[in-house]
């Protein structure tokens, strides 16, 4: 009669040889060089705009105008109006777009529960972050500039378009994560719902809501599709934002990219320098919000 | 229960009402602000605004043709001294982009370097436009080829060549046209305009003007280019394919190819000589042209023996009627100089002044802009 | 004894129903702004879609089907626009292949192999070339990558003339600006977005399964495979869609360094034209039935991003909630 037991198993504690070590030797050393691909281009689009831009850099550069005729070389003038025209109109997008994001994903998260209004408008909010921002710009010049002409405002508006899904989206993030323990025990102290909410909940998620809404106003502030059709093209400030041709960093860049003159092309790359060390401290900031004052974060 | 389904309810409404009550109330703020399209808003002048000497002060918008671009940046630059309180913008873009823009109102001016052309003119809705032509310049036919220099070329071969029907810088029609030139195998690669383009119309008219049966593309600002050319954003654009592409031929306005470095080539005008790219060249094909009344013209092959035959021009448009006396006023202002003092500009820059009875004639219709 | 009597101070005075409590007008007023602000994006969504597609009626009606020809000839009153359709899904696909296999390599060095505390000087990295401004790349890639690929693109194309697949691929006509130059710009930037979504996707992979694999004596790389793939596919499937979704509609770097010119060919290093590219560059001077053309072809890159997102989040959705739900 054989017996009704197996022979117990070996079991075998080495590490893996051969074959199978080599293979995993290799996907590790292609994961690396995954990242390593990534530096590369990463590394040369910073190099270039460095070394091309770094030597038109100056304090007038950033301050002064107007901007010059393409055909003047660098030294003359300066992007102070396109620096202006950036700050400017992204500013207005913030103010625009931001408590209009964090009040929606306060109804999405306080308010809207599980309801049918909520999800479907967290759906489209994030549908609409894949729209492109040429459509927005398309968008606004249809309904507003052929009525009230180009300005800032309407890039403002665009680039608030192109901001308040990605502020939804990263405020709901937040809000979500502020545990419910805090809002039932202000519940129980007697609270209104707003009262909570403003009180107790928004500040527990500020910083990761900031953090967020610090990343969109970085992407807006690189946006040019939007603004193409909405602000025209001015070469000397405008402080006016809600009327009259405005110009902005990204536009400038783009207007200056084809040129064969030397001197707009180094104005080129000395607005794409400041416009990429704008985001880039926007980026850091945000970072710098989340690491100190994020409460809850994943 | 049903307390709770008539509160939502409620809210929704609400909300809903105040949604649209927003979108209104902010419909209505901008209305009442800008009534018209044009975006001078006239703070008023501190003096008077009758005498067009006067200070004036306000916003004019231009777009259009990329070839007037340097003038436009220039001009506006050294106005700001003649009347500091005016902002000028020009938004280059191209003719087609300048004509549309002011057909919806967009900008007060546009830059076109030809007529409104008759599929467009439903645009304008009836409405009188002026031409006020500002300069002349040249169309370099620009090449890359190394070793080669000095290449002439004639209506004829540069019909071929843009037709697509000569395809290699050997081919015995360039070599006949060069005699003691080595010419390459290499294949020819056409370089143009992907965008509406007043340079390219003005091309077309002269292949088709002095090519005449050889050329069969027509002419206007946007052509069926053989699938073997290669297109590019503005008169830049096509520079840059020149410049980096071996054996690339193409049609780019004379300061850009000059900025860009590129060879000319010499082409032959109506009188027989061989005549390469200048700006006093174009001047001398200014003094063969026949202008309409409305100041339309054409400047390419002009009869003239010392005029470069592929000259073209430019002209602002402006509606004859202006919404208000201001924006009336800045333009007569700034037209005026761009046709006035500002023309002792234009030498540095590389184009050709008016000729001193069309600068006259276009002096005079500066009137005609009422507001 | 006196009787207590409850004074509720939510229940105003008036109030008839003993159940119904009127909260404060603040409250209340709190509540509808809220949800006012959650129906803008209802709102602002709905306007565009009505608006771009009102004003590209007269093409869709001018054209019928033959938009989907490739026939565009604004100065012939043509506008079929295959041509640009398939610029928009050929770099889309170069993007593609070329941004996800790095990405989800990322994605598996960050949660797989590196310890903690390398991995968020490698997240900033990754984040930094989010960070670049869509211009900049165009900026960059017109000025100065374009014309070195232009060197590389011509050896290649020189040797492999002839030969019948690669040759029609990378085969002359070659420059620098190119379907494939778009392609690689796309891949760059969309490679933060993939990788951070593979990411988030590949974390909640639950440790016991990757345990599971160590203890019968897999390799990393085996319990990769075995474990964290399977687990985590449709979620990275889902996160290879949006950045498709993103790649299409990216205008402006892809504008600069395409090449501008309508036409459907193999040759990859050839110049060629996407949907965004070309509403950007021609819609300035396009009126009538040309503007409606370019509109058109908003809408429908428009409906295309839409119906890939749509896909996308149901996928990554799906994937979440049968693994929350097992």
Redesign the interface.
Known sequence: MTTATAEPQQV?LHE?KGW??T??RI??T??????V???V??G???V??IAKGASVISWSFLTGG?I????VPAGVGGMGPAVLGTIEITALATVMAVP??I??A???N???GRNW??A??G??????????????G??IF??W???????GLAGAFALA?LM??IV?RSSYEMLRLVPNSLREGSYALGA????V??TVVLPAAIGGIVSGALLAV?RA?????PL??CI?????A?PNV????NTAL?SQ?????????TGA?DR??GA?LT??AI??IL?IVA?LVTSRFARYSR | MQLRFRQRRQRITAAGVAVVAMALTLAACSSSSTTTASSSTSSPAAGSTSSSAAKLSGTLNGSGSTFQTVYQQTAISSFKSVQPNMTVNYGSGGSGKGRTDLSSGVVNFAGSDSPIPSSEMANFKGKTVLYFPVFLGPITVSYNLSGVTGLKLDSTVLAEIFSGKITTWNNSAIAALNSGVKLPSTAITTAVRSDSSGTTQNFSLYLETAAKSDWTLGSSSTIKWPSTARAGNGNPGVAQIIKTTPGAIGYVDYADAKASGLSFASVKNSSGSYVAPSPQAASAAGNGITVDSNLTFHAVDSPEPTAYPITYQSWVLVYEKQPNANDAAMLKAYIGYLVGDGQSLLGNLGYAPLPSSLQQKTQAQLSKITG | MSTITQVDPAVPAGSTHPLERRRPLGDRTFAIIALASGLLVLVILVLIAVTTTQQSASWFSAEGLKIFTNNWDPSANQFGALAFIYGTAITGVIALIMAVPVSVGIALLLTEVVPYRWSRPIVYVVDLLAVVPSVVWGLWGILVFAPWLNHIYAHIGSAVTGIPVLGSLFGPPTSGASFFTAGIILAFMITPIVTSLSREVIATVPAIDREGAYALGATRWEMIRGAVLPHSQGGIVGAVLLGLGRAMGETIAVALVIGSSPVITSHLFAPGYNMPAVIANQFGEATGVFRAGLMGIGVLLFVFTIIINVIARGIVERNARRKRGA
């Open positions: 075998d893996a199978r070590r293979k995993n996907m590790t292609l994961m690396v060089i995954a990242f691909v990534v530096l281009p990463l040369f689009v910073l270039t705009v107007p010059p005729p393409i055909v209009l994001g009040l929606g306060i109804y999405l306080e308010y809207g209004l909520a479907l408008i759906f489209m909010s994030d549908v609409m972050t894949g729209v492109p921002s040429i459509i927005m398309l968008f249809t309904i500039v052929l009525h009230f002409g180009l300005s378009c308040l899904p939804i209104t719902k707003a009262r909410t403003v970085a502030a690189g946006e040019t599709a193409l059709f025209g093209a001015a070469a000397s405008n809600f009327s009259g041709a990204p860049i783009f207007a200056n990219a084809n040129q064969p003159y092309q080129g790359w794409a416009l990429i985001c880039f980026m970072r």
